[in-house]
């Protein structure tokens, strides 16, 4: 008895071919195109599984990549005048922000005094230029002054109570975590930046 023709019709039957009686004489498609067709539609899927898995790695290695590098000209510094002979300019980061990296630069004249004061967290201090002269202390003293030349690196604990006299015009970078405050032990001893010069008024 001939059973259900049409099973497996891709790789077994076809429903075409001769007429005998009320029956159909089937065709056979060869079982060695049916594989190869398989196996196309296996390596198709393949292919498009690798796409999809390189452009969901592509995407991830963007999003992580790191910021590009900021390059910051000496010449590009904002200087703020913050006490008498000091100036203060940002390099990098946000110096007021909590937890986040900052670098600062410190420009002092030659003689120019930093009254004793300390930071909430540690301070980090590399002179650049000049002469930085720096003593630990509640009270500014010279004879606790000790010299740090061009290169000399000093780490400051957080709190600790210090001072500073500059030789020569003098360029420190500090760097550590924000927030960077200036807590003045006397405050009457600190003396503000000098006014700016007024501008010279044009001859009439």
């Known amino acids: 008895m001939i059973r259900d023709l049409e099973t497996d019709s891709c790789c077994r039957w076809s429903m075409g071919g001769v007429s005998f009686g009320q029956f159909r004489a089937p065709n056979f498609i060869a079982e060695?195109?049916?594989?190869?067709?398989?196996?196309?539609?296996?390596?198709?899927?393949?292919l498009v599984g690798a796409a999809v898995l390189a452009a969901a790695v592509y995407s991830q290695e963007k999003k992580d990549s790191p910021a590009p590098p900021k390059i910051m000209h000496f010449g590009d510094l904002k200087w703020t005048p913050i006490i008498k002979g000091c100036d203060l300019a940002t390099v990098a980061g946000d110096p007021s922000a909590e937890g986040t990296p900052f670098v600062v630069r410190l420009r002092c004249v030659d003689g120019a005094k930093i009254p004793a004061h300390w930071h909430p967290t540690d301070e980090n201090v590399t002179v650049l230029k000049g002469t930085?002269?720096?003593?630990?202390?509640?009270?500014?003293?010279?004879?606790?002054?000790?010299?740090?030349?061009?290169?000399?690196?000093?780490?400051?604990?957080?709190?600790?109570?210090?001072?500073?006299?500059?030789?020569?015009e003098t360029i420190v970078q500090v760097?550590?975590?924000?927030?960077?405050?200036?807590?003045?032990?006397?405050?009457?001893?600190?003396?503000?930046?000098?006014?700016?010069?007024?501008?010279?008024?044009?001859?009439?």
Do not use: Y
Request: charged letters at 20%.
């Open 32 to 46: 060695e195109s049916c594989m190869k067709k398989i196996r196309v539609g296996r390596v198709c899927v393949a």
């Open 132 to 168: 930085f002269l720096a003593g630990m202390g509640e009270t500014f003293d010279e004879t606790k002054l000790t010299t740090m030349n061009v290169g000399n690196f000093v780490a400051m604990p957080k709190e600790m109570r210090h001072f500073a006299m500059s030789k020569g």
């Open 175 to 204: 760097h550590g975590a924000g927030p960077f405050k200036v807590n003045w032990v006397n405050p009457s001893e600190v003396q503000p930046p000098d006014a700016p010069a007024a501008a010279a008024k044009p001859k009439s």
